[in-house]
């Protein structure tokens, strides 16, 4: 019950094989275990082993990616033995501390929203931020995001307990796409920002938007560990 809670809307692939209504899918890092083995940590620190998986797909140690899965008869040392049915990698972006000038002009500055219906699905943990957004594409490998610290500029809205971050997004040459309604998730791996995160409720986050300008989102930091 647990996990049904807290997964993605299931859905089918273009080559079919999903069970459209058993399969769980939700936001993981991918782990290796050597020889084509692997497993998958969520970021509540849940672990799941697919006994079942494809034979195609080649994990990435420290990879995020949404799986597409039902459930097996329990099996030692993992929470959750799954029958795998498809793995979608998601963007993972950098994280960094900004402290000159400098370094703050070179980052992007374009417009990136997010579909209202999901912001249910953006999640915060000490260890991972995971949006989903929504920009114009036609190329996506073009595409960079980050979230910083920035230590230049004072921020315009900020409370206490929750730390200042923005996201930046470049979008390259891909400047004259259209919107793109498909899965954008992106996640941000936090080690930077450990200390900063230390005794924090959750992060205010500035975003540029290309229809509203310049928002703040306040998100609490998940309860799960």
């Known amino acids: 019950t647990a996990l049904a809670a807290s997964t993605l809307p299931a ?20 782990h290796t275990l050597g020889e084509g083995d692997y497993y998958f940590e969520r970021d509540n620190g849940q672990t799941l082993y697919p006994s079942e998986k494809p034979s195609l797909y080649e994990a990435r140690e420290g990879s995020r990616a949404i799986i597409y899965f039902d459930l097996l008869e329990g ?6 033995n799954i ?15 900004v402290t000159t000038q400098e370094e703050l ?58 730390l200042n971050l923005e996201l930046r997004h470049d979008a390259g040459t891909d400047t004259s796409g259209v919107y793109s309604y498909d899965d954008r998730y992106v996640s941000f791996k ?4 450990k ?21 703040y989102l306040q ?3 998940s309860k799960e560990k």
């Open 219 to 221: 998100i609490n930091m």
């Open 11 to 30: 859905c089918n692939n273009d080559d079919g094989g999903y069970p459209y209504n058993y399969v769980y899918g939700i936001i993981t890092t991918v």
């Open 105 to 162: 002009d070179q980052l992007g500055s374009d417009g990136a929203g997010f579909p209202t219906a999901y912001w249910e699905y953006f999640n915060f943990t000490k260890k991972w931020l995971t949006l989903y957004l929504l920009y114009p594409v036609t190329e996506n490998d073009k595409h960079e995001f980050a979230v910083i610290v920035n230590k230049v500029s004072a921020p315009e809205q900020s409370e206490e307990g929750y």
């Open 75 to 80: 099996l030692p040392d993992y929470d959750y």
């Open 83 to 97: 029958r795998l049915f498809g793995v979608e990698d998601i963007y993972t972006g950098a994280a960094e501390v």
């Open 190 to 193: 936090l080690d930077q920002f």
């Open 195 to 215: 200390e900063d995160l230390e005794g924090m409720n959750g992060i205010i986050l500035r975003m540029n938007t290309r229809q509203n300008g310049v928002i």
